[in-house]
């Protein structure tokens, strides 16, 4: 690929995070990120390139009791076309759907897509609204140990995360939505399966004589990182959704953004998109 100190391709986890532990390690599952930051020179030579591909415990979705487990070499294709998950986590393969061109979807990875945090990360917000955890492996005297971070805590800046040198991302959790539960993602740019979003938005709860319960409203591209916006779903919550509430609640939302200017989009463009869309898919999420 280009001039790292050496390549290493491990078959088991144990091995990954031995090598981990031994410090100054590049991670490799399906590249579409990382060939980007090669090909910009954003990146340390004297790293190992560690791929991941091998790792076949790393590459499942399992339904459990009371959660979903995705691992992190399940591809955004696995994701979109696996059967049980369309049924019971059908937001998921809504926004993976719109995820990039086939080819991408072909390689990416969900953990390669939490891991790199943009703010504008597709399948971020949508995983924001099902209230999805990530379990971090390293290496400890008794082996292999795990902690488990929820997403919403996960991201600490662009590029960021709490995953720590030493640690690989092995899962993600999703626990069962209560019944009952609705949810839509949205996601705005110029080709909207294509490009980077310039705006992404996601809402859901369950719908209750004019109530939306439990709400859950998360945005990206918007902010550093992409968040739960947490002054939004205290409005949702506080009175019946008509019409004007909905046009009230938009203009909350649109205050509680912290957009930049950039290539895609203005700052000031960005929060007219999210007042605009925060009507149109809370609309969508109280007439389903």
């Given amino acids: 690929m280009t001039n790292f100190k050496s390549y290493l391709a ?38 190992t390139l560690m791929n991941i591909l091998k790792i076949n415990e790393l590459r499942n979705i399992s339904f459990e009791d009371n959660e979903v487990q995705i691992g992190t070499l399940t591809t955004i294709t696995e994701i979109r076309e696996d059967p049980e998950l369309s049924i019971k986590m059908p937001l998921l393969g809504q926004a993976a759907d719109q995820f990039a061109s086939m080819q991408i979807r ?20 949508p995983l924001l609204l099902l209230d999805a955890a990530v379990e971090l492996a390293r290496q400890s005297d008794d082996g292999v140990a795990s902690r488990r971070v929820a997403l919403k805590d996960f991201f600490v800046g662009p590029g960021k995360t709490q995953c720590q040198s030493n640690e690989l991302l092995t899962r993600v959790s999703i626990p069962f939505s209560k019944q009952g539960f609705r949810a839509r993602f949205y996601k705005f740019g110029t080709r909207p399966a294509l490009d980077i979003s310039t705006v992404s938005i996601g809402i859901g709860g369950i719908f209750n004589n004019g109530y939306l319960q439990a ?35 938009a203009e909350i939302a649109r205050d ?6 950039d290539v895609r989009a203005t700052a000031w463009y960005r929060k007219q998109l999210v007042h605009n869309l925060t009507i149109k898919v809370l609309s969508d999420v109280t007439d389903a």
């Fill in 256 to 261: 509680e953004i912290k957009p930049i200017d």
């Fill in 10 to 47: 491990p078959a088991t986890l144990d091995e990954a995070v031995d090598q981990l532990n031994q410090g100054n390690v590049t991670v490799l599952a399906g590249g579409s990120d990382l060939m980007l930051r090669v090909g910009a020179g954003n990146y340390d030579p004297s790293h």
């Fill in 106 to 125: 072909n390689v990416g990875t969900i953990g390669g897509n939490i891991c790199n945090a943009s703010p504008a990360g597709d399948m971020l917000v």
């Fill in 215 to 249: 709400p859950r409203v998360a945005f990206g591209a918007v902010a550093p990182v992409p968040f739960m916006a947490l002054k939004t779903m205290k409005a949702i919550e506080q009175s019946p959704l008509d019409s004007e509430r909905i046009k009230e609640i």
